[in-house]
T-cell receptor
């Protein structure tokens, strides 16, 4: 059983389109995150949620909108995609703040 | 930028040798964690060291933490080809986010 699963794994889309990435964790964790990994492998926090409540929005453009319908899911919707949005997006979860985090396998987004 | 820094950026060693990578960070922390990322995969947690700990071991991994210098090191002993991956440190400071270092790419040659 995959602990943190993201779909899709690959996403190729044109500039200006809207797309969503889904994330589900079956670990019963309270906290979930979205991270962006750029072409230089730098990992940066985008959002963190605790018990479905948004805790951190790390100066992410409002074209990015996370949604947590329940504790097990944290989806990421991106409007009006730009070339600079091309990156690998990782979902992660942890049982509580600062504990070990479990990452999904990533979604490689390519905007053309 | 809050991002931590790791050195070296890349490291190439022979199987059986030890690999040491270093991490420096900028703010006070509650704990520091190390993660491994295989090519094209997600990150896997390796070890967590709390701010009041100086050294921790897990199998072939040894982590040290010097909070006065805001630095940590990860030692992998008797490396194997399967250890080839990128290694990241991540700090936690009670802010619902992990701040990652820039990563060290380790290549272990068989």
């Amino acid at each position: 059983d995959t602990a943190v699963s993201q779909t899709p794994k690959y996403l190729v889309t044109q500039m200006g389109n809207d797309k969503s990435i889904k994330c589900e964790q079956n670990l019963g964790h309270d906290t979930m995150y979205w991270y962006k990994q750029d072409s230089k492998k730098f990992l940066k926090i985008m959002f963190s949620y605790n018990n479905k409540e948004l805790i951190i929005n790390e100066t992410v453009p409002n074209r990015f909108s996370p949604k947590s319908p329940d504790k097990a899911h944290l989806n990421l919707h991106i409007n009006s995609l730009e070339l600079g949005d091309s990156a690998v997006y990782f979902c992660a979860s942890s049982p509580y703040e600062e504990s070990e985090a479990f990452f999904g396998q990533g979604t490689r987004l390519t905007v053309v | 930028s809050q991002q931590g820094e790791e050195d070296p950026q890349a490291l190439s060693i022979q199987e059986g040798e030890n690999a040491t990578m270093n991490c420096s960070y900028k703010t006070s922390i509650n704990n520091l964690q190390w993660y491994r990322q295989n090519s094209g995969r997600g990150l896997v947690h390796l070890i967590l060291i709390r701010s009041n700990e100086r050294e921790k071991h897990s199998g072939r991994l040894r982590v040290t933490l010097d909070t006065s210098k805001k630095s940590s090191s990860l030692l992998i002993t008797a490396s194997r080809a399967a250890d080839t991956a990128s290694y990241f440190c991540a700090t936690a400071s009670g802010t619902y986010k992990y701040i990652f270092g820039t990563g060290t790419r380790l290549k272990v040659l068989a």
